[in-house]
């Protein structure tokens, strides 16, 4: 079996939370692929970057570089992963084969990691993506704006897309923009959501539980 | 100046169009990064691999396989381009600061090459983006099936991409996708659509020219 | 045990040969090392370049790109092959001792395919090279041409070398050039010749048939 | 004429000290060789990889993907300096031939950025290194603690190494460490030390003064 | 089990012991990291540079390329060693966790062999490091000049380094120089120095004997 | 203008020749690309990796090294090459055009570096190849062993040809094998064969004299 995870780059924010993720993968028997997101030092370094009238490319470059760094943070604290950061799908795909577990942040500019995961995903043929992210579950709205805002336990990509759109999703986009959207749509990917404080949830979803919400195609 | 130029890739199904665009790229004064598209040769290898089973992440390597020979042969139709097809946005870069002109095809998978020519156009600070494209301008719906159909010589990016969702566009979405659309459009990049199978446009809108439709932010 | 395998890039103008090639490698237990020509795809490109004025480098270039492609279409077929395809010896042995099939095109300008396909032969130690060729045979002379022309089903490299300077031997060059013939020759590398539009043949051969011609030191 | 340069990653703390920086290496017209250190950054990372009980190559290697995000956000804010970091000697020494700013962090485990901005300055032939550091000049001892302390604007490497023994100099072996010294003496090259939280002192030593300390061999 | 062993280039002046140290080395049980020095070839390379006015860094490149021929000789003699010399540490890590046998020589310039050897151990975690020397053990003096010089079979890394710096002992720098002996005692990897002609040592060493030095911190 | 020449690898076993032939190339107004053989150093470790039992393919590759380190001696004595010794003729070219000067060794196994010269040659459009030889001349049979061999001072390839054939000319293969023929042929690049030993005739021969052979299609 095989699983796909995205560990938003706020994970990295926590340095606890990294290594009980670390721990967690450890113990999956599953074949696993990680991808990274940048977090605070990215956001720091790309408003920098803005501010001294860089380019997007290289703001967007340096959000990977982060990403990158997170990505080989965890890669240390395991035992068995692939020991570089891949850059690419193709290096991906070939650590994939030869690696238990490869961990990835970035791969390039104007992309975001949440697209780089649904690429990753897509590659290795996993039939789920886990998203490790900033909120607990796909809302119909932005739960601390409206209270009428609802928890959406299932879902498809049409209706997530249709509350991406209209409502203020709180993350919406980082949790999954419209190209990593019809990259899972077109592989019919699963892709649970859930509360990436949590690191004990990634367990309980490869045990088949929904703890947070689950969008199919 | 810099100019950089989406080439369909349909272009290269007719060999004397691309000796002709090779001509026409000699005598620009601007700098000029290219972008090719696969065309007839990346779709006959894409179908094989599809009913043989293969996954979609090879596909998409065989497509851009294909739009890299592409842009091989126009290399070799230059005397003063990048020797080589840079395969990602940071050999561009590179390239791009030492070479008059850079020729690169597809990245890599999920990406179309639209996605390509508008990070390309990003990266290296165009002001604008030349779409040689499989129709001649921008339409409010197919001409060919709809004779209600009125040409747009002038859109925003937004209004393009009500078109693209509405309507049935002919090659509309390898025009323009939603990813390409979104980086020409932080960017404030002007798009020029015009007729692939007539290169001397290129020259026309270099010089100031619309002779299709012109898309701004 | 091991075996090399030169496939004609003619093969590859024929989708369902390609397909059929892929079912029976999947089938063999041997560990298998495959190179691809360019096909139709390579001369059409090629006769572009040199319209245009390329240069002999580039018009090699072009042909090797194309062989490429045709491997990543056959590596796009196959469960357990080496996911990239290696562009020079070096790398084609790294990934040999890891993957069960590695799957090449050509390496470098002035080289033919065949010589790739001994220098991988030589490379991995293995006692035969299968050339699945355009012809189903040696023969004395051109069997078109010449109906006094014999089918030879076992010669020497020396006798091979013979006919290829004397005789108009169709496909001759393509089967195996001088350089090619020379690494075989030095490592005393069986050749077994046979149509490459019957894929069962590569069965047979691996089965212990010489269904065309073998050629040995 | 050519300098050498090497920035503190604690000046990478403080964003306004990394623009100042920019805007000084474009006006200077020296080529310039610049390596960067890994500051806050790189410490949180590797303590939390050691926490986690991650090898010492593994918490080097964080250090260094951390230093290397700083000099890609220095590269980011130059307009001409070589677009990529480069990651060996020989890929500095490449780029150093073609661009009037290049940029780098660390470049392997086991070995500080001192010692990078030693190796780069003796590849390109720089009479001399401009230390940018955490003190504003070399003393006899650490002037925090040790009344007495004598600042010393003058003295050779042999005098330098014996303090550097003998005291407990505040960071001391960041500003040089054994390996870095011996690169420096083996080739005459003199090293100014200034106080890196004044990036105006640049412009004074590039003009001959010297506000700090300068160790000769 | 886990060995590091690093063979003094004067080794490959003699191809006899080469060979006999490839036949050594394929009976191991244990999984191997070898480093080797230059040798003859290096010297006679670098003494050509020099007085041609060759830099320092160029002198260093050339000693880093015959030490991987030297390299490359050792991988031709094995059957299961990675058939690359890696370049970087990473890329040696890459290798080590697929193959049996990992060879490397130099990796940059200003930096010994045998800091190379020392990265090595400490990135494969190894608790030994087996030094095949030009001398046969520490000598607190230069036994060939001081009759009083004795013979210290145990000894740590601060009495090696005492010895290092007051004595005239052969060969010292190049067993261990200061930043190989750091990296060995931050881990606390154990050194055996043996005399390098008697290839039959390794085993001996690698059974729990000691017939030189042991160095341990 | 643009010359290639071939250093025979005897040169390098000869210090003295190889500083002299830095000094006259420096001289050179003409862009050169320049490449080595391996000489004595090839010869021997490719003896002892034979007697050791490894496979042509490492021979070759060891004799690649070789070439290579010769490469890198010579660049180091030079101002103004390419720093690195390219590794194939893609990398050649990319260096060629920025570069006045750039040394290359041998590229792959089975290829001689006659034959990487004639492809350096072909790539870069040269007319001419000068190959400092082993021999002074093309004779028509070995002088050293028949009275009657005649100096030959113009021929083409086709007499070459018969020659190598024909006779036991020293040195024959090494200086020209079938593969580096029938290169030249095909770009008729006119070869011009001298005495390695006298540094002196490149010049001559850039200028316009024959004190060798000269070799046309």
């Given at each position: ?12 924010d926590d340095e606890s939370l990294v290594l009980k993720y670390s721990q967690i993968v450890k113990r999956l028997s ?104 900033n909120i607990d579950a796909v809302y119909s709205d932005d739960p601390r704006k409206n209270p009428d805002a609802k ?67």
């Open positions: 079996m095989v699983l796909v995870v995205k560990l938003s780059g706020r994970i990295f599953e074949k696993v692929g990680i991808v990274t997101g940048g977090g605070e030092v990215a956001r720091r370094y790309i408003a920098a970057a803005r501010r001294g009238g860089a380019s997007n490319t290289f703001q967007d470059l340096l959000g990977i570089y982060a990403s990158r760094l997170n990505a080989l943070l965890l890669i240390s604290l395991l035992d068995n992963a692939y020991p570089r950061v891949p850059t690419n799908i193709e290096e991906f795909l070939e650590a994939w084969r030869r690696y238990p577990v490869v961990v990835a942040g970035g791969f390039q500019p104007g992309q975001s990691t949440a697209t780089v995961a649904a690429l990753v995903a897509e590659a290795v043929g996993s039939p789920v993506l886990l998203n490790a992210a928890r959406i336990p299932e879902l498809t990509y049409d209706e997530f897309e249709k509350i991406l759109r209209s409502s203020s999703l709180p993350g919406g986009y980082e949790l999954m923009d419209v190209w990593s959207l019809s990259i899972l749509k077109r592989n019919c990917i699963t892709t649970y959501v859930f509360d990436g404080r949590r690191p004990e949830l990634l367990e309980a979803i490869a045990k088949g539980e929904n703890p947070g919400s689950k969008i199919t195609c």
